[in-house]
T-cell receptor, first 114, second 116 residues
Framework: SAVISQKPSRDICQRGTSLTIQCQVDSQVTMMFWYRQQPGQSLTLIATANQGSEATYESGFVIDKFPISRPNLTFSTLTVSNMSPEDSSIYLC???????????FGSGTQLSVL | AQKITQTQPGMFVQEKEAVTLDCTYDTSDPSYGLFWYKQPSSGEMIFLIYQGSYDQQNATEGRYSLNFQKARKSANLVISASQLGDSAMYFCAMRERGTSYGKLTFGQGTILTVHP
């Protein structure tokens, strides 16, 4: 399985600021994704990070709020923009090593917005 | 309707005993995949086991096995010989055909506590 590193592991941010989360995979992967887990909830897919092109967003998520980059096969970033307390969540990067069905996750970023 | 239902908000088990975590799913797709993940208090999501809808045998990964009953649409996780480190939240998830490879639908989770 791929090893997925995420940073920061946690952060406390002020309302109105932005935070960029980085995700690095130790081997080439075909697909990378970003999920959100709001407090006490299960996970929801934000978007698919596409290499060299715009991410594909799920319903309810927009690029202006969650810009995503994926400049190469093993690295992606998610920015949470103009944060509000409602953005306080765990954000998780995930990846498929190949189209082998299994989806692996990074260690997550615990974000608190004051 | 919920696509993934985990009816046990919390479960308790004695160390070294086996425990079953329940998961039922709802789909009309003949092709789908079922996953179990473990989430410790640190927040990371750890992949445990995968079962494809066409797999003939129940999946096993070490102490984890999946009791897959297709007709009943259930995919229960069995943890044998529980350890204190198994205490965590456990999520069941499903991917349906035609959706993105990364799009899983998750249940609400079951908190497992292992007592010494």
């Amino acid at each position: 399985s791929a090893v997925i590193s995420q940073k920061p592991s946690r952060d406390i941010c002020q309302r109105g600021t932005s935070l960029t989360i980085q995700c690095q995979v130790d081997s080439q992967v075909t697909m990378m994704f970003w999920y959100r887990q709001q407090p006490g909830q299960s996970l929801t897919l934000i978007a698919t990070a596409n290499q060299g092109s715009e991410a594909t967003y799920e319903s309810g998520f927009v690029i202006d709020k969650f810009p995503i980059s994926r400049p190469n096969l093993t690295f992606s970033t998610l920015t949470v923009s103009n944060m509000s307390p409602e953005d306080s969540s765990i954000y998780l990067c995930s990846a498929l090593q190949q189209l082998n069905e299994k989806l692996f996750f990074g260690s997550g970023t615990q974000l608190s917005v004051l | 309707a919920q696509k993934i239902t985990q009816t046990q908000p919390g479960m308790f088990v004695q160390e070294k005993e086996a425990v079953t975590l329940d998961c039922t799913y709802d789909t009309s797709d003949p092709s789908y995949g079922l996953f179990w993940y473990k989430q410790p208090s640190s927040g990371e999501m750890i992949f445990l086991i995968y079962q494809g809808s066409y797999d003939q045998q129940n999946a096993t990964e070490g102490r984890y096995s999946l009791n897959f009953q297709k007709a009943r649409k259930s995919a229960n996780l069995v943890i044998s010989a529980s350890q204190l480190g198994d205490s965590a939240m456990y999520f069941c998830a499903m991917r349906e055909r035609g959706t993105s490879y990364g799009k899983l639908t998750f249940g609400q989770g079951t908190i497992l506590t292992v007592h010494p």
